[in-house]
């Protein structure tokens, strides 16, 4: 059971050059989220989505883009890439939001630097 | 509005010593708390988790009882080892809420 993959784990971009972080799961899971996480920092939301075809900014959506065409892949898309976007990008999803379904599943993260 | 308050770190501590890493929260309704622990150069997994007012989630020797009077829920560990450093994180799950809601995170190092 591979859960929550994403690729790549590390990519170095130049300013202005755009790239697309590729998240799937296997879970059957509703609910997919991207977070960023910045040296000695939390989690911040960037995008989170409850299903197909449905999206929703979060805290820090400025910059990116996100597209859920199959409950399984959820890819997030960074346009013009500035060095304010350097961080550790996390996709995670879980089956619902309800008791029971609540607990959030993680990816092991893409180290992204943009010089 | 929902939000966590977690510790500050970071937090350093001999092996086999007492840990304690407060948290507190609010939230709309009746939330789901939870602790992640974030291992070097990995993605979050969830150490614990408790439901409603005076459950104890408890796992691989961590412990967190959610208490809603104080609105806390405290992880504790009686005797921490070199393999439990890492990166600590609590977070709620608010009633109707689409997302977590995440602390900032405590660093604890654990030397020998």
């Known amino acids: 059971n591979a859960g929550v993959t994403q690729t790549p784990k590390f990519r170095i971009l130049k300013i202005g050059q755009s790239m697309t972080l590729q998240c799937t799961q296997d879970m059957n899971h509703n609910y997919m989220y991207w977070y960023r996480q910045d040296p000695g920092m939390g989690l911040k939301l960037i995008y989170y989505s409850v299903g197909a075809g449905i999206t929703d900014k979060g805290e820090v959506p400025n910059g990116y883009n996100v597209s859920r065409s199959t409950t399984e892949d959820f890819p997030l898309r960074l346009e013009l890439a500035a060095p304010s976007q350097t961080s550790v990008y996390f996709c995670?999803?879980?089956?619902?939001?309800?008791?029971?379904?609540?607990?959030?599943?993680f990816g092991s993260g893409t180290q992204l630097s943009v010089l | 509005g929902n939000s966590v308050t977690q510790m500050e770190g970071p937090v350093t501590l001999s092996e086999e010593a007492f840990l304690t890493i407060n948290c507190t929260y609010t939230?709309?309704?009746?939330?789901?708390l939870f602790w992640y622990v974030q291992y070097p150069g990995e993605g979050l997994q969830l150490l614990l988790k408790?439901?409603?007012?005076?459950d104890k989630g408890s796992n691989k020797g961590f412990e967190a009882t959610y208490r809603k009077e104080t609105t806390s829920f405290h992880l504790e560990k009686g005797s921490v080892q070199v393999s439990d450093s890492a990166v600590y994180f609590c977070a709620l799950s608010a009633t109707g809420a689409n997302n977590l809601f995440f602390g900032t995170g405590t660093r604890l190092t654990v030397i020998p």
């Open positions: 995670a999803s879980r089956r619902g939001r309800d008791r029971g379904n609540e607990k959030l599943f």
């Open positions: 408790a439901t409603k007012a005076d």
């Open positions: 939230a709309t309704g009746y939330p789901s």
